[in-house]
């Protein structure tokens, strides 16, 4: 318990006693054998765009060899009480081994999801594997949704999510190495499947958008973005979306130097965000991306112009340069130009190069 104490709050500061405390409360309160708890079912496969499908997945247990059930035992309840019986020992090891045994023998018994969650919680309290945990947490919600507390299980989730994601942060992004963003972002997304409603949900996808970021999937957290923006508006979480949706597309503008429809999709993008939220604290920001887009568009054009506005083009190709930039860019000084010259080859002039 100290050693996840000390680590997580040495890392990300926040999570640590929030964890232990909602680790302990899950031991010291589960729901007795045969109740039905609280379960709230909260399935949304699809309703995500740009999450994972397989990130949903989870393999049901089977029975081992290595997981016997006690020979004393010939029902759930008997090991259950068997379990119970080593906790007051303190004996965790074998606590978890007994658990483990009671949901591969038993798996569809009130006892197996008392035993799972047991297992979930000792991750957290007596074994320091926040990862562990979140996947045995993960187990409990997709396989006993309806004899475990549906939401403070899933908020525990996010909750281990968080830390692992401060951890790794705070280490460096290189750490992730062993893990990848992909890992942890895809814990995020499980806590939104579960609990779309919970109102842990706008951070989770907060964070799914900046690992999409991370690991340079800069399209799925545009998506991301987007989707913060349009099931949240009016929240603290939409207003930064709009910002880091910006600053994604002007990133991919950046990258792809040469692609004119993702110039204007993000100019586009920049002049409506400005238009709808002029006061943004990060208005300005947004608006000098904008005008180097607009700036990087406009010379391109320019160029086009004039390219066409030669002996081995058309008369006709070089108007409609000229006439496409004067509509494009009816405030540039060049404007004025363009239209000076499309009356000028319609009446006859030489084109101004060989």
């Known amino acids: 318990m100290k050693h996840i104490a000390a680590r997580t709050a040495a890392a990300c500061g926040i999570a640590a006693a929030a964890v232990l405390a909602a680790g302990r409360a899950c031991a010291d309160n589960m729901p007795v054998p045969g109740s039905a708890g609280t379960g709230e079912m909260g399935y949304a ?92 947490y993960d187990y409990l919600l997709k396989f006993y949704p309806g004899l475990c507390r549906y939401g403070q299980i899933v908020e525990m989730q996010f909750r281990l999510a968080e830390c692992m994601y401060e951890e790794q942060k705070a280490k460096g992004w290189m750490s992730f190495a062993w893990t990848g963003p992909d890992t942890i972002r895809k814990k995020y997304e499980k806590t939104v499947r579960y609990a779309p409603g919970a109102a842990h949900v706008p951070d989770a996808m907060m964070r799914i958008a900046a690992l999409r970021s991370e690991s340079g999937d800069r399209a799925r957290a545009v998506l991301a973005y987007e989707e913060v923006r349009n099931r949240f508006a009016g929240t603290p979480q939409a207003a930064e979306a709009l910002y880091l949706e910006a600053k994604e597309l002007a990133a991919q503008v950046r990258e792809n130097p040469h692609n004119r429809h993702r110039r204007r999709h993000a100019i586009n993008y920049m002049k409506q965000a400005l238009e709808k939220s002029p006061d943004h604290p990060r208005a300005k920001e947004i608006k000098a991306w904008m005008d180097a887009l607009e700036a990087e568009a406009e010379e391109e054009a320019w160029k086009e112009a004039l390219f066409y506005d030669t002996r081995q083009r058309s008369r006709n190709a070089a108007v409609s340069a000229y006439e496409v930039f004067a509509e494009q860019f009816p405030g540039s000084p060049r404007a004025a130009q363009a239209r000076e010259r499309v009356k000028a080859i319609k009446g006859g002039a030489e084109p101004l190069r060989k």
């Open 45 to 136: 496969t699809d309703a995500f765009p740009g999450f994972d499908p397989d990130s949903w997945k989870v393999e049901q247990k089977k029975p081992s060899w290595w997981f016997s059930v006690e020979s004393s035992c010939k029902t759930p309840g008997e090991q259950w009480n068997f379990v119970c019986g080593l906790k007051k020992e303190g004996k965790w090891k074998k606590v978890r081994k007994a658990c483990e045994a009671l949901v591969r023998e038993w798996p569809e018994s009130a006892e197996a999801a008392l035993a799972q969650e047991t297992i979930a919680n000792l991750y957290v309290t007596q074994f320091d594997d926040i990862y562990e945990a979140f996947d045995e």
